[in-house]
């Protein structure tokens, strides 16, 4: 640890950092380094999203650089780059909840199986456009019910751990 001071993280975690020496919270999609903060990293599939509640956090992914203060995130997903503010006081996980920003259908259903631990296939759907919003992370009947009304589409269970989206 001292002399490598760089935390491995594949995931989402949240981070309160008392003051001290610097260290490096490391994915494969960027690096935050951090000293006397709270902050929240996610980096799953090809997304890295850093959120910042105190203090600062300085963000590299894509060679680029930005410094976080509070109420301030970023998103970045390939080369595109999403920022934008955060007005809770802590991460929406911790009180069972999913937040997305502009996510992709494919990423959402990505992340409901794995909240629900759950198969979800497709069917006669086409939908490009991103979600923006939050659903619950301990009701999945309702979180299907959001995301159907969003997308314009029905779903159907077929099977214990298994759902189909169909388009209308």
């Not at 950092?17 to 260290?23: A, C, E, L, P, S």
């Not at 970023?74 to 911790?94: D, F, N, T, Y």
């Not at 939050?134 to 759902?163: C, M, Q, R, V």
């Amino acid at each position: 640890w001292r002399g490598n001071r760089c935390l491995q993280l594949d995931g989402e975690a949240f981070f309160k950092v008392t003051h001290g020496n610097t260290f490096d919270v490391c994915t494969n999609l960027g690096k935050v380094t951090v000293v006397g903060t709270q902050f929240n990293v996610k980096a799953r599939g090809k997304r890295f999203e850093v959120q910042c509640y105190e203090g600062k956090v300085r963000v590299q992914s894509n060679n680029r650089v930005v410094v976080l203060t509070p109420g301030m995130a970023i998103a970045v997903e390939g080369e595109q780059r999403i920022e934008s503010p955060r007005v809770c006081e802590r991460p929406l996980w911790m009180q069972d909840q999913i937040s997305f920003n502009e996510e992709k259908l494919d990423a959402v259903i990505a992340e409901l199986e794995r909240q629900y631990d759950i198969a979800i296939t497709k069917h006669n759907i086409t939908n490009n456009q991103k979600f923006t919003g939050t659903i619950p992370a301990d009701n999945l009947d309702l979180a299907l019910e959001i995301i159907g009304s969003a997308y314009n589409f029905k779903h159907t269970k077929t099977g214990k751990n298994s759902i189909t989206f169909i388009g209308k």
